[in-house]
């Protein structure tokens, strides 16, 4: 699953949530689309955390130097 791109594997999730939903799998077909839908929110999980690592890199301070600064996480309040 690493080597699939973030919007793919969102892709594939998206279609493992709407097909256990629907509730028309097996049991054991219902728990083989979850455990791949938990590998593809992993994935997702890794890609993210490293494009944010990245964002974090990149913030430029006035002197021109790059430095690692917290990434300001949007909340719903």
């Known amino acids: 699953m690493k080597d699939i791109s973030f919007e793919k594997a969102l892709e594939k999730l998206e279609k493992i949530v709407e097909e ?4 028309n799998l097996s049991l054991d077909a ?3 689309k979850y455990e791949d839908g938990v590998k593809l929110a992993r994935s997702c999980q890794e890609k993210l955390d490293k494009a944010k690592r990245k964002i ?3 913030i430029k301070k006035d002197e021109g130097l790059f430095v690692e600064e917290p990434f300001a996480e949007e909340t719903d309040q």
Do not use: P, T, V, W
């Open 56 to 58: 974090e890199l990149l």
């Open 20 to 23: 256990l939903e629907e509730g």
């Open 30 to 32: 219902s728990l083989k």
